[in-house]
Nanobody
Framework: QVQLVESGGGLVQAGGSLTLSCAAS????????LGWYRQAPGKQREFVAK???????NYADSVKGRFTISRHNANITAYLQMDSLKPEDTGVYYC?????????????WGKGTLVTVSS
């Protein structure tokens, strides 16, 4: 089992910055990729960014050039640096880990952290 705990959310004005953190614990040896997803009020959860254990990254088009994902492999922590925030970035941000459960691929989720961007 893998446990994920997000932190760093809050209220920020448009154009501002926030850094989210995701700390993993438990069976961290099974973690390959770490990612961030978000869910705006009344909308479905959507992909934001992902980073593999080798450092390969990919981003949603809506955040390219503004958000940067990174990870610290020693303690399996992922970060999401968010710059030039827009009101449409508002939502609950969830950390996700691609790992294993009972030997099978499994995605673990954190409980989320709220980001509110005011106009």
């Amino acid at each position: 089992q893998v446990q994920l705990v997000e932190s760093g959310g809050g209220l920020v004005q448009a154009g501002g910055s926030l850094t989210l953190s995701c700390a993993a614990s438990g069976s961290i040896f099974s973690i390959n990729a770490l990612g961030w997803y978000r869910q705006a009020p009344g909308k479905q959860r959507e992909f934001v960014a992902k980073i593999t254990s080798t450092g390969n990254t990919n981003y949603a088009d809506s955040v390219k050039g503004r958000f940067t994902i990174s990870r610290h492999n020693a303690n399996i922590t992922a970060y999401l640096q968010m710059d030039s925030l827009k009101p449409e970035d508002t939502g609950v941000y969830y950390c996700a880990a691609d790992g294993l459960k009972s030997g099978n691929p499994h995605i673990y989720w954190g409980k989320g952290t709220l980001v509110t961007v005011s106009s």
